[in-house]
């Protein structure tokens, strides 16, 4: 485990040589310490990463170059595949099974961009037919400069991938500032970009604290754009900060997303999505189908076997056999979460869960938890909690169905589950949200636009769409100097 951060290619201690520690939230035990970068850190981290991009040679280098380097990032993830895993359920508290679903996806993140870096070398310039006579256009892509990116702790290493991949294709260069809660494997990252012979200062990681380290990236006038993923407070903030300098800002924020089931939905199916929809990663994922609304005709039914299954789920240490469901992922979380629980009580019937298990006193761990009967108006019903908590509510009709799942001030995730296709296609149509799932809950794929509408985010990652966020577009334009130039002065000033 590194205990330093990662600055033009060397691994070094912070300024004020401050260190903080790392938790284990299986049992609350200090397992790490790393360095509590400040603003001088950050400077040093922005001032290598502008230095890397202005004098290059990355910005520069052909995309087949920069994709063979990703590439190999990838193959050594895949190749520390179980040791990274491990480190993710020690610093996060996941099962492993999860945990390596996170690491098989960021080895697949660099790889894709990897792709996407080849390609851009026939694709980052496109012909504009102006048809204007003696003129042609051309639109250039080209990196934005040097990206700030600040994480959260869900996804420790992938949602660092999903930054740091297509920020590296297009060119940039970079600081990243992983969350004070999970600050383990980012640090990995500087280690296997230097074997994979990304040049120093292209990447930098600095470990800190959100209003140190975070504000001071986020406020550092060296950076051109800005990548966030967390809390919907802290997006606010780091947007009011980047319109200080104009700088681009890309936020995936948090969401209270709905999962509609129609009455001809078979249980067991209905059952296993709507329980993977909330209590996988223990709730804490931004999309998470947190409201459920259950057609009235197979309410009582579902929600039966829903409180069944619920109680069945295997809670431990992540690292045991069987585990579905690990500890939340520090104390101030699971402090939160339980005091979300609490007030939940006496504005809606808690159905199970609510506490913490039995004989796991130690850890930070929560039972999966159901709230019923509450009103549209509950607190509980409306704002998110970021933890193995979902609300059910009975509808009657499609419409009452889609106006409940559309009334939120969030927009990222929806989803439905109907035997009828059409229906589901005319339900997710009408859904105000940026990723909608049909039959299924939070299937991810690196192909497809991540993100969200209303408040739940600015912009879109993964795909070709993250790409897009780290690059700038240029128009050059050229005059034909064999025609008579006056023409155009004189014809456009009259
Ligand atoms: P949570 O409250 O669940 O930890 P946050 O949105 O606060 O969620 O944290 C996500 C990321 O934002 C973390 O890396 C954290 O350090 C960082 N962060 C928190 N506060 C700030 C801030 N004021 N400026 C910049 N980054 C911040």
Not at 101 to 120: C, K, M, P, S
Not at 305 to 315: N, S, W
Request: proline share 6%; net charge negative; charged share 25%.
């Amino acid at each position: 485990m590194k205990d330093q951060m990662f600055i033009h290619g060397d691994y070094v201690g912070s300024a004020s040589g401050a260190m903080f520690d790392v938790v284990d939230p299986s049992n609350r035990e200090v397992f790490h310490r790393v360095p509590r970068g400040n603003g001088e850190d950050i400077d040093r981290a922005v001032k290598a990463a502008r230095k890397a991009f202005d004098d290059g040679p990355w910005p520069h280098m052909s995309g087949s170059e920069r994709g063979a380097v990703l590439r190999r990032m990838g193959d050594l993830i895949a190749e520390r595949r179980d040791e990274l895993a491990r480190l993710e359920v020690r610093d996060n508290g996941k099962p492993l099974p999860e945990a390596l679903w996170d690491i098989d996806d960021t080895a697949g993140v660099f790889h894709f961009y990897a792709d996407l870096a080849e390609r851009l070398d026939n694709n980052a310039e496109e012909d504009i037919p102006l048809g204007a006579e003696g003129f042609t256009s051309k639109a250039v892509k080209e990196p934005v400069g040097v990206a700030g990116a600040i994480i959260p702790w869900n996804f420790p290493l992938l949602m660092a991938s999903w930054k740091v991949a297509p920020a590296l294709a297009a060119g940039c260069s970079m600081v990243l500032k992983p969350s004070e809660l999970t600050p383990i494997t980012a640090l990995e990252l500087g280690d296997i970009a230097r074997k994979s012979g990304l040049p120093s200062g292209v990447l930098n990681i600095v470990t800190g604290f959100g209003p140190e380290a975070g504000r001071a990236l986020a406020e550092h006038p060296g950076v051109d754009k800005l990548a966030f993923t967390g809390s919907v407070p802290t997006g606010s903030r780091i947007m009011a900060t980047a319109a200080r300098y104009i700088k681009t800002v890309s936020l995936e924020l948090g969401g209270k997303s709905p999962l509609v089931v129609f009455a001809d939905t078979p249980i067991d199916e209905a059952v296993a999505w709507i329980m993977f929809g909330i209590f996988w990663n223990q709730g804490e994922v931004c999309s998470a189908t947190s409201r459920v609304l259950i057609e009235e005709a197979i309410y009582e039914p579902l929600m039966a076997r829903l409180v069944e299954e619920a109680r069945k789920i295997e809670i431990g240490h992540g690292l045991e056999d069987g585990v579905l469901h690990g500890p939340l992922v520090s104390q101030s979380q699971h402090e939160k979460v339980l005091a979300c629980i609490e007030p939940g009580k006496s504005e809606a019937r808690l159905v199970t869960g609510g506490g913490v298990p039995k004989g796991l006193e130690a850890g930070c761990y929560v039972e999966p938890t159901i709230f019923a009967d509450m009103d549209e108006s509950a607190w509980i019903w409306r704002e998110e909690i970021f933890g193995p908590v979902v609300c059910v509510k009975p509808f009657r009709t499609e419409d009452e169905a889609v106006r409940m799942a559309n009334d939120s001030r969030f927009g990222l995730g929806a989803a439905v589950m109907s035997a009828d296709l059409d229906r589901a296609e005319r339900v997710a149509g009408a859904f105000r949200a940026g990723i909608v799932w049909i039959n299924c809950s939070q299937p991810t794929f690196t192909k497809a636009p991540w993100g969200g509408y209303k408040q739940s985010g600015v912009g879109r990652e993964l795909g070709e769409w993250g790409l897009n966020n780290y690059l700038e577009t240029k128009q050059i334009t050229t005059f034909d100097r064999s025609r008579p130039w006056g023409w155009y002065l004189k014809n456009t000033n009259g």
